[in-house]
Nanobody, 124 residues
């Protein structure tokens, strides 16, 4: 049984940092494409960052790439999202997801497994 468990969310002030973690079981992060998504109030779930099974990263925008580097610890089977210089527009529930298709994608519908999400709230 595949499980993805996110942690690390919280309430912070603008300019602060958080590191989100996604502990995986029932699959091997280094064998699958892994992604981070977020869903703000009244918005659709959107791609933030992903890392392919062979280690190539992809980001929603260059601005996110500079602020939210994605990484993976194969020994711990854990995915990370380091979130720096947070601003109120980053407020959302952040989800970890795994995609067993061949290529890393930004499409929500391509992902096979999802975590329960972790809330990030940034106050101004």
């Amino acid at each position: 049984q595949v499980q993805l468990v996110e942690s690390g969310g919280g309430v912070v002030q603008a300019g602060d940092s958080l590191r989100l973690s996604c502990a995986a079981s029932g699959l091997t992060c280094s064998n699958d494409n892994m992604g981070w998504f977020r869903q703000g109030p009244g918005t659709e779930r959107e791609f933030v960052a992903g890392i392919s099974w062979f280690g190539s990263g992809r980001y929603s925008t260059d601005y996110v790439k500079d602020r939210f580097p994605i990484s993976r610890d194969n020994a711990k089977n854990t995915l990370y999202l380091q979130m720096n210089s947070l601003n109120p527009e980053d407020t959302a529930v952040y989800y970890c997801a795994a995609d067993r298709s061949r290529w890393l994608t930004r499409q929500v519908g391509s992902y096979d497994y999802w975590g329960q999400g972790t809330q990030v709230t940034v106050s101004s």
